[in-house]
């Protein structure tokens, strides 16, 4: 399959209208969906600029729907220009209400590791869908999921299956401030881990101040349980250990950061953090929502070799459906009700549906093990992408674990939320809608990941260069 896109590379494409350059210049910050936050609220986008019939679908939208998006960074904001209505995906590709197709570097956010609507999942929630959508008793189903899951993650001896990443991480913090009887979190800076209060924390003034809520809503007194530090910064973590050691239930982090654009975390950084959550009686939580099953079956913690005692999961491992998970050592597991006394609970949990989905994915990706040639797709596209930006003398630093990478418009290493920030977010959004323009669909914020799935060709990938060689140009 080597017809990527409608749209040529020269700028041939299915006439969406070009999208206002001003707009960029409003949009800074990260403008995530993830820390919801720094969303603020969406531009009315001028429909002149958008594409026909996205245009009108948003007018509509935005009378019933808040932004008209039911998740802040689907509005474009921190990119400009109005959102781009979808109603189908195939392998790669994505088509809009218009017509348009793309080549598809969003794979929703994570989950489509396999590309859209591949025919094992497809059908696999066919036949589960038919046989009844839900049934809040107990299926095989979601025994296999957990055995996949137990197998490829040896760290997580039990797994409770939830319907979000959200809930995962939730879940997970009520879990360990009842094993250890501590209250407080410590989380990075930039690291995103779901929209639950506690969570929705960041750092004050100084690193080692207690958290402040990233959002209206968030009582004072709950983002004060939450410690938030530099990533990859381990004299940060201690520091924060020596002021409230026992206090300390758990950390909480992404072992591969994807929500501040993708940082691989340093070398030593998460063998530190094993050995200081040891030392002080505290757990060590990696939120793999985004890694795993992504970087490899056995997720970050099988790429570094590190184990944590916990771990949530979400994308991947519910294949495009709602499904989340969380789990871990058995001790503190079976603290879980109906075991022990430590509630949480779900109506869907483990939904057929989703789970079907989920083990369809999982299983395509054991029996065809895509991890190197994903990689090695991965890096055709980092590498191309570092030589077009530096053959037009535009600052670009690629960072790339797997098939997930950020190029950010920076000269300076990308370590951290600081340095992440310092990437020119308003030549992201030009970038991103002259990509658009040529066919090529990416996170709509520059402190996002480009995931590559199993179904893009070396073709695509060729496409794709072609178009950022113009599009950085441009
Ligand atoms: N943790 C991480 C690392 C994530 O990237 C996300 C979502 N982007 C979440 C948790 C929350 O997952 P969900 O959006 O499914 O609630």
Redesign the pocket.
């Known amino acids: 399959m080597a017809t990527p896109v409608s749209g040529s590379a020269s700028g041939g494409r299915a006439a969406p209208a070009k999208a206002a350059e001003a707009k960029a210049a409003e949009s800074e910050a990260t403008g995530k969906e ?1 820390t919801g936050a720094g969303a603020g609220v969406p531009q009315p986008a001028d429909s002149a600029e958008m594409r026909p019939a996205s245009a009108a679908l948003y007018e509509r939208a935005v009378k019933v729907i808040p932004g008209g998006v039911n998740s802040p960074v689907r509005a474009f904001k921190a990119v400009g220009g109005g959102p781009v209505f979808l109603r189908s995906g195939a392998g790669a590709h994505v088509e809009d209400v218009d017509g348009n197709r793309y080549l598809d570097y969003l794979g929703s ?1 994570g989950p489509l590791i396999l590309g859209h609507a591949h025919t094992a999942v497809v059908e696999a929630v066919r036949v589960a869908a038919g046989a009844g959508t839900s049934f809040g008793a107990p299926t095989e189903r979601e025994v296999v999921l957990a055995e996949t899951i137990t197998d490829a993650l040896p760290s997580m001896e039990q797994v409770r299956l939830v319907s ?3 809930e995962a ?1 939730m879940s997970v913090v009520r879990l360990v401030r009842a094993f250890t009887g501590r209250s407080k979190i410590l989380k990075f800076d930039g690291c ?3 929209h639950a209060d506690g969570l929705l924390v960041s750092a004050g003034s100084g690193a080692l101040t207690l958290g402040t809520p990233d959002s209206p809503g968030v009582p004072e007194g709950m983002a004060r349980e939450t410690l938030s530090v530099r990533y990859n910064d381990l004299d940060d973590v201690r520091a924060a250990f020596e002021k409230y050691g026992d206090e300390i239930a758990a950390i909480i982090v ?1 072992p591969i950061a ?2 501040m654009g993708v940082i691989p975390p340093a070398p030593g950084f998460l063998a530190g953090l094993r050995e200081i959550t040891q030392g002080h009686g505290a757990l060590l939580i990696f ?1 793999e ?2 890694s795993g099953f992504r970087v490899g079956i056995g997720g970050a913690q099988g790429l570094y070799g590190i184990a944590p005692d916990l771990t ?1 999961l ?2 991947v491992v519910g294949g495009g459906l709602p499904l ?1 998970a969380y789990g871990g050592r058995r001790d503190i597991m079976e603290g879980l009700a109906p075991l022990g006394p430590t509630y949480q609970a779900g109506t869907l949990s483990g939904n057929p549906v989703a789970t079907a989905a989920g083990l369809a994915t999982l299983t395509v990706l054991a029996e065809t093990n895509p991890y190197a040639e994903l990689d090695a797709r991965a890096t055709m596209l980092a590498d191309g992408l570092a030589a077009g930006a530096a053959e037009a003398g535009v600052p670009l630093r690629v960072s790339r674990v797997g098939s997930m990478l950020t190029g950010f418009f920076t000269d300076g290493e990308v370590t951290d939320y600081a340095t992440a920030k310092r990437a020119d977010a308003a030549r992201y959004g030009r970038y991103f809608r002259a990509m658009l323009d040529r066919g090529i669909y990416l996170a709509p914020s520059q402190f996002e990941a480009a995931f590559v799935s199993t179904a893009h060709t070396d073709a695509d990938i060729e496409y794709t260069l072609a178009a950022a060689r113009e599009a950085i140009r441009a």
């Open positions: 993830t956010w979000s990443g959200t991480c995103y881990h779901g992404e994807a929500n939120d929502v985004v949530t979400g994308k989340g």
